[in-house]
């Protein structure tokens, strides 16, 4: 027993990790990956701006830096021995007083094992701590894809107002020209229904701009009026190239899947012995009897007759296999989701650069034209309006291809910075569904 005390008091003396400090390091460490930087005033200007603003206002994060230093102090509890337990009896002894019975014992494994546990715990939390920067870039990424496409639908609702405003103008003209029977009556009717139709579909984006402004609302946690956003979406630099290797060695959840294959392991080897011992205790007997003490030592085990403990190391076995395939699984979905941003990346920007370069100067310079044409009346009023809603599909059409480019590019980033493969892949497959179905 004094042997078992002596390891207990050394193995007491362990480090431990003060909870308090684990939060700002894991913002430090999350800076040092991302475009985190809570140095920053905070404003709605830029996507990192928004970032920062979200981490001054969203409480939702702010309880999750807590749970890091919960995970830090359970290290402390988790990486100690087991107390000992100290049992006194006492009873009536007539006329040579009292009898008193003291056992102070200690678990065997509560002890051995504690190097073992320790190991274990410390794997615990380095995975804790991992999830804990990793929700930081996700929270980051999530920031700035809300932001990107509030800025988008706030600048496809102005598109679509400046039409609107052309077409009610073109449509008074075109009224008079009606009333003064210069026409015939279904140039007016044809003109009515464009109009119709383009507020209606202005009705419907300023419905998509609402919501993604809600959304952005909810992720920065504090409210957010259309107005505090940017008129249009800010030039992006190309990202930096990085190899795949690159990607998994910096992954924050395949580092959070190896330490979880590393605590399987030492859980299957402490089940080992653990499913023998569980239940073996030693340590100290005294007994007081006529004034005088009896000491002596005692010991207590379990005899493994109806169960060896076989199966418990056999779960223990399986649950080491199973983190190993999760590992393989997540090395798969981080290797997609690189590729389907990179290829979204690429196809989107090449889209939006067709579009500036070619598609935009081509329909401005065809509505100037059908402006020309119109004012010496060799072109009607409906023209007129196809020319400025030809116009408006362009802008529409290279605002798509920026959103998506800048979603994608964001995705990119997200895994570089060791962010999760999931919502970075989900949002470039949902970006690339988009395009395909046609965008706007």
């Avoid at 329909?363 to 059908?370: G, R």
């Avoid at 023209?383 to 116009?391: E, G, I, M, P, V």
């Amino acid at each position: 027993m004094s042997a078992l005390v002596l390891v207990a008091s050394a193995l007491a003396g362990c480090a431990t990790v003060e909870p308090a400090s684990v939060a700002p390091a894991v913002i430090a460490q999350a800076s040092e990956r991302s475009v985190l930087d809570l140095s920053a005033s905070g404003s709605l200007e830029t996507p990192q701006a928004a970032v920062a603003l979200a981490m001054a206002h969203n409480r939702d994060i702010a309880g999750d830096l807590l749970e890091v230093g919960i995970a830090a102090a359970e290290l402390n509890t988790r990486s100690r021995p087991l107390n000992p337990v100290m049992e006194v009896v006492s009873l009536p002894g007539g006329d040579h007083g009292r009898v008193y019975d003291v056992d102070l014992r200690a678990s065997v494994m509560g002890v051995i094992a504690t190097p073992w546990r320790a190991r274990q715990a410390r794997a615990v939390y380095e995975a804790e701590r991992s999830d804990a920067v990793l929700r930081l870039i996700d929270f980051s990424a999530d920031v700035q894809r809300a932001w990107v496409s509030a800025v988008a639908a706030k600048q496809r609702q102005d598109l679509y107002v400046r039409i609107i405003s052309a077409a009610e103008a073109a449509l008074v003209v075109a009224e008079e020209l009606d009333a003064a029977g210069n026409r015939a009556p279904i140039a007016l009717v044809r003109e009515q229904n464009m109009l119709v139709t383009i507020q209606l579909e202005e009705g419907a984006a300023r419905l998509a701009a609402e919501n993604a402004r809600a959304v952005l609302e909810q992720v920065l946690g504090m409210p957010v009026a259309l107005e505090d956003l940017p008129d249009q979406l800010p030039a992006q630099a190309m990202p930096a190239a990085v190899s795949t290797e690159n990607i998994l060695e910096a992954s924050l959840l395949l580092a959070r899947s190896r330490a979880e294959v590393e605590a399987a392991a030492r859980a299957a080897g402490l089940e080992n012995w653990g499913s023998l011992l569980d239940h073996a205790e030693i340590g100290l007997a005294a007994e007081r009897e006529d004034r005088e003490w009896a000491r002596g030592w005692m010991a207590e085990l379990s005899f493994p007759v109806f169960d060896q403990g076989q199966h418990r190391r056999a779960a223990a076995r399986l649950r080491a296999e199973q983190a190993l395939e999760r590992y393989a699984a997540l090395v798969t979905r981080i290797e997609l989701a690189w590729s389907t941003a990179s290829n979204v990346h690429n196809l989107a920007s090449e889209q939006a650069s067709r579009f500036e370069q070619d598609l935009l100067p081509a329909s401005e310079a065809m509505l100037d034209q059908t402006l020309l044409h119109y004012n010496a009346m060799q072109v009607g009023v409906f023209d007129l309006l196809a020319a400025f809603q030809t116009r408006t599909r362009a802008g529409l059409s290279w605002v798509d291809a920026r959103e998506a480019a800048d979603l994608a590019r964001i995705s990119l980033d997200q895994l570089a910075a060791g962010g999760s493969p999931a919502a970075a892949g989900d949002a470039a497959i949902s970006m690339a569904s988009q395009s395909e179905a046609g965008g706007h």
